[in-house]
């Protein structure tokens, strides 16, 4: 078991912290995430099913992005992700969309988020007793530009050069966009995240989040058990988070456990809503379950994570709700 706990003496005594979520954790204990922006972007009406799933409305309608960055920031998110997830420039040149084109939009998919926190927080009105909101760039497995679910399995059948070709053009752009850090998120493989962490490392004065998609309680959806993987990330410099999303909400609190014994690094954890994908349509199926999201924010707190959010069918009302009780003066 680690001991001690994952931020530094230094900010605790009010010396600039180097990990962007280290001054959210001394003001108030826990970074509150947004939750899914394709699947709030479905809920206004908007049809997905394409192998750029939300990389599609930043080709034909952006401002509708920075709405829903908004309606996350005014829920409580202390940080929003851009929606640079599925938006690679391998599937834009597979569109029809030059290079030169491609690169200018995975920028303006960041600019969008940093309009949407900058302008609220110019608002006076934002600024009481909140710490200005992060902005991450998303950075989505190569299953994400597969579109078939294969972010689900890791079963890529590509070499570790092969992934780094994929990976670098666009990780290059993310970390030149102003962002102030970058999310590694619904990465199946231990092989897909020793790729990312070595370009991170190839990235002075860059910081990134690495979260898994597990298929139990204690293994990455590719099967290698998930505590090898935080022992990896632990081992990795400027990893600003490990942990988990896109994953089932009733395996987070034992995935929680694993990477606590694993590493002393900050846990992030923001699950999808449950369900089940349909790779081939690419859309969730059926209702959406009910969940006590606030209660489950507070058991994941409880176990260890200090960045909280959600991820795919998890709204910006959810989103509040889970504030509400992390930040509560009077928790149980």
Request: glycine share 10%.
């Amino acid at each position: 078991m680690h001991g001690g706990g994952p931020f530094s003496k230094e900010a605790a005594e009010g010396v600039q912290p180097l990990n962007p979520f280290e001054r959210f954790q001394h003001r108030q204990g826990v970074t509150v995430l947004d939750g899914g922006l394709a699947t709030s972007l479905e809920a206004l009406g908007y049809d997905l099913a394409d192998d750029l799933w939300s990389a599609k409305v930043l080709l034909e309608d952006p401002d509708v992005i920075q709405r829903v960055h908004s309606d996350f920031l005014q829920a409580g998110a202390d940080c929003i992700t851009a929606g640079t997830y599925q938006a690679s420039i391998q599937g834009f040149i597979a569109r029809g969309v030059v290079k030169e084109r491609a690169v200018e939009v995975l920028g303006r998919a960041v600019g969008l988020a940093v309009e949407a926190r900058d302008a609220f927080w110019s608002n006076a009105e934002n600024r009481n007793q909140r710490l200005r909101p992060l902005v991450a760039a998303s950075v989505g497995p190569y299953g994400a530009y597969q579109a078939d679910g294969s972010e689900y399995t890791g079963a890529y059948g590509l070499s570790d050069d092969e992934l780094l070709d994929f990976h670098g053009g666009r990780w290059r752009v993310l970390a030149e966009s102003g962002a102030d850090l970058m999310g590694c998120e619904t990465v199946p493989s231990l092989q897909e995240a020793e790729v990312l962490l070595e370009l991170l490392r190839r990235t002075s004065d860059q910081w990134a989040w690495m979260s898994f998609t597990c298929r139990d309680g204690s293994h990455l959806s590719d099967g290698t058990p998930l505590a090898a993987a935080a022992g990896m990330c632990d081992a990795g410099a400027r990893v600003a988070a490990v942990g988990i999303n896109c994953t089932p909400p009733e395996h987070v609190s034992e995935l929680i456990s694993v990477i606590r014994n694993a590493t002393d690094k900050p846990i992030i954890a923001y699950p999808n809503a449950g369900g089940r994908y349909d790779a081939e349509r690419k859309t969730w199926k059926g209702d959406v379950p009910r969940h006590d999201w606030p209660a489950l924010a507070a058991e994941w707190r409880d176990r260890g994570a200090s960045v909280i959010g959600g991820c795919c069918r998890v709204a910006p009302a959810d989103i509040s709700r889970m504030r509400g009780r992390l930040l509560s003066s009077d928790q149980p």
